[in-house]
């Protein structure tokens, strides 16, 4: 408060403008593909996952499933994902099925793990919880020897 002349106070403000909080920049997206042996891949995604990202997404998960019987998709460090992106990860679920072969994500935080239960992805594409101290190549064994649930 500021004293004015004669006694009155006048109460400073500040606008809400004032007091926002700066947002981080969002976390460049990341796609990128390992072969795990055991006729396995491991695709690793980070970042966000939208209309300008699906691309490279379906393009690793092509690359994958081309080499691959059992394709791990890892979604533990997604930030965001939109609905093109949840469309690229159900078609490689199904196209998987289809080809009789595997395709499972290790699940997403929670904010992006909320949209795939809103949307129903669950019916298409098989999802694990992968302990952070266990290894991938570990993860990879134990689903390799799991039989696929068609």
Not at 79 to 104: E, K, L, P, Q, Y
Request: hydrophobic letters at 45%.
């Amino acid at each position: 408060m500021q004293s004015r002349p004669g006694g009155s106070q006048v109460l400073k403000t500040r606008s809400v403008s004032d007091a926002a909080p700066t947002r981080s920049a969002p976390t460049p997206f990341v796609s990128r593909q390992s072969g795990g042996g055991l006729g396995a891949a491991w695709v690793y995604v980070a970042g966000e996952l939208d209309v300008a990202t699906a691309p490279q997404l379906e393009q690793t998960l092509r690359e994958a499933q081309s080499e691959a019987r059992l394709v791990v998709l890892d979604l533990r460090e997604l930030t965001f994902v939109d609905s093109a992106g949840v469309h690229v990860i159900v078609d490689a679920g199904i196209r998987a099925r289809r080809a009789g072969c595997r395709m499972i994500a290790v699940r997403a935080p929670s904010q992006v793990d909320a949209v795939f239960t809103l949307i129903g992805v669950t019916e298409d594409v098989e999802i694990f919880d992968l302990d952070p101290a266990q290894p991938p190549v570990q993860a990879l064994l134990q689903l390799n020897h799991e039989q696929p649930v068609l």
